[in-house]
């Protein structure tokens, strides 16, 4: 089983902040999947191939080619607001 000062350093980690009452709760469920992870090291994988694609393709590439665009005012035609002949859009960074 995990210990204790290890679930709240991965814990702090991964940014959680864990109540003292939930501690043991998600020390099982983790010790759970430790415990299963080291049963997957034990398979012996020395003669499987790695999986590159699941479908068998490879990139399927295309040349580019310029067509035609259309008019600004076609674009912003249904934009909630504009602003210099482009979209508006609301500020994200502070």
Do not use: H, Q, W
């Amino acid at each position: 089983m995990i210990e204790k000062k290890d679930l709240e350093y991965v814990a702090a980690l991964a940014k959680l902040k864990l109540r003292e009452e939930d501690l043991e709760k998600v020390r099982e469920k983790f010790s759970m999947v430790l415990d299963y992870v080291s049963m997957l090291n034990k398979l012996d994988i020395e003669d499987i191939e790695p999986l590159i694609n699941v479908n068998g393709m490879t990139n399927v590439m295309r040349e580019d080619e310029v067509g035609e665009s259309m008019d600004r005012e076609t674009l912003l035609a249904n934009a909630p607001e504009k602003m210099y002949g482009c979209i508006k859009v609301s500020k994200i960074i502070e």
